[in-house]
């Protein structure tokens, strides 16, 4: 692509991307055989021997791909018919052609980080769906489930705070309501930490009171862009006629406490009136370790309402009331586990970017989103987002993420040079976030 760095790769040793793929990838691989492993019996006592057969092919299968990985062998073409079986198949070509004729085929390590480490996890969807009866199996379910577990208290926490806010929400003026969106803002940017993949599939859950470390985190935002969303959504709110409806959408990362933070959030949108309708965005297969699939977003609604606790499950019935009166509506879509771009989006998904164009705001959560807006790529600190995002510009849209890999634009001159002399990690521990927006001021 003209005009644009070039891609973050494996081939980069020592980069965050080469340690990606040369050990936290392996990792996962290694954990994803370790579960089948270890659901040998529940897999016989459902499909009997089949159902051991089954496990035995996944595994092998997995196996395979993990010494093609470990031994750089070249990227091969998938084979299970699935709904998005071509198109995967024609971006590999497509990287194909991107490279030299002396340089021979695309590999794990010398391709795109961004293709290789998506191209993982449909690999692993593609050993399960190969294996049936056990091609419905959600390798990452567990540890989804576990982060969730053991995040209670945080999210009792929360939902506490919500069900108390709620009750005064009326008696708010303007700026304090403004400062409640902030807050509930930042938690769901600081929900962002604990996504499954960063650390390769071991436990990341929330254990402090989010709601009172809000202030100490602060100094860790290094772009912040509330104020827009605040006034975007004022406005609307403001000149918005009787029926009319103001959409935000939110391009969902983690299940477990993130996804908790993202619905406290959504919820607060209805009852501050600052939206009348949430669209949430999910995967359609298990992806990235922690992400969220519908069966996660449901379980989870399902959870929080048969909680042990008041104002727990009062935000669980709440939630699945919204869900029945249509105000929160989920939608997944394939091409959010596709390896492109979102600038690819127009042509790849032309329904997807109708869609997302009808939206007031959209809200994109984590790092790989961030890393799908910018094409993960080797952008300046001070480049633009605008100029980062390639034309893809479907409606007001804000990135919350905190960092977890190298690519960080619209930072202040000398911002990012200063943060990597100082602290070289900063940028993918997941300890710094941002707020970054794009769209009319
Ligand atoms: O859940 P998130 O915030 O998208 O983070 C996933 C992140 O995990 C990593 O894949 C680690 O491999 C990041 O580089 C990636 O972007
Ligand atoms: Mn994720």
Redesign the pocket.
Known sequence: MAGVPASLSGQDVGS?AYL?VKD??PQILTKVIDTLHRHKSEFFEKHGEEGVEAEKKAISLLSKLRNELQTDKPIIPLVEKFVDTDIWNQYLEYQQSLINESDGKSRWFYSPWLFV?CYMYRRIHEAIIQSPPINYFDVFKESKEQNFYESQESIIALCTHLQKLIKAIEDLDENQLKDEFFKLLQISLWG?KC?L??SAGEGSSQKTDVVNSLEDLKPFILVNDVEHLWSLLRNCKKTREKASVISVYIVL??SGFELVTDLILANFLLSSKLATEVHFYGKMIPW?V??TTVHDFNWLIEQVKHANHKWMSKCGADWEDYIKMGKWVYHDHIFWTLPHEYCAMPQVAPDLYAELQKAHLILF???????KLTGDRKWEFSVPFHQALNGFHPAPLCAI??L??EVQVGLQPGQGEQLMASEPSWW?TGKYGIFQYNGPL
Do not use: M, P, Q, V
Not at 365 to 371: A, E, F, Q, S, T
């Open positions: 965050f990606t936290r990838i480490e962002n996504d993949s960063l990362d983690n990235f922690s992400d959560k984590g790092d790989l989103n961030y890393r993420r905190t977890k890999a993918t």
